[in-house]
């Protein structure tokens, strides 16, 4: 069984920064990415951003100079680093670990999400 939980979001005015985090715990051999995703009302979720096991970091179009993902110190860890939020950021973010469990199998594991509100 793996666990995965998102925190940090919140209400935030255009134009500042929120720190999203997302740990991974339970029977994880190895995970292969950790990647976030953000689901707006009334839209499909997209990928905002993606971290694989020695790669790159990549990112959406829409949030590519703003956003910045990294992993933690801790193990399992990753981090989603928002700076000038604006309104259109408002969403559910989720993170979405892609994991090898103890018992040699791959699968993914999403968390609860996290709302992030921009608003004056």
């Known amino acids: 069984q793996v666990q995965v939980v998102e925190s940090g979001g919140g209400l935030v005015q255009p134009g500042g920064s929120l720190r999203l985090s997302c740990a991974a715990s339970?029977?994880?051999?190895?995970?292969?990415?950790m990647n976030w995703y953000r689901q707006a009302p009334g839209k499909e979720r997209e990928l905002v951003a993606a971290?694989?096991?020695?790669?790159?970091?990549t990112y959406a179009d829409s949030v590519k100079g703003r956003f910045t993902i990294s992993r933690g110190n801790a193990k399992n860890t990753v981090y989603l680093q928002m700076n000038s939020l604006k309104p259109e950021d408002t969403a559910v973010y989720y993170c979405?670990?892609?994991?090898?469990?103890?018992?040699?199998?791959?699968?993914?594991?999403w968390g609860q999400g996290t709302q992030v509100t921009v608003s004056s």
């Open positions: 971290l694989t096991t020695g790669g790159t970091p």
């Open positions: 339970g029977s994880i051999f190895r995970i292969n990415a």
């Open positions: 979405r670990a892609w994991v090898i469990t103890t018992s040699l199998k791959v699968n993914d594991y």
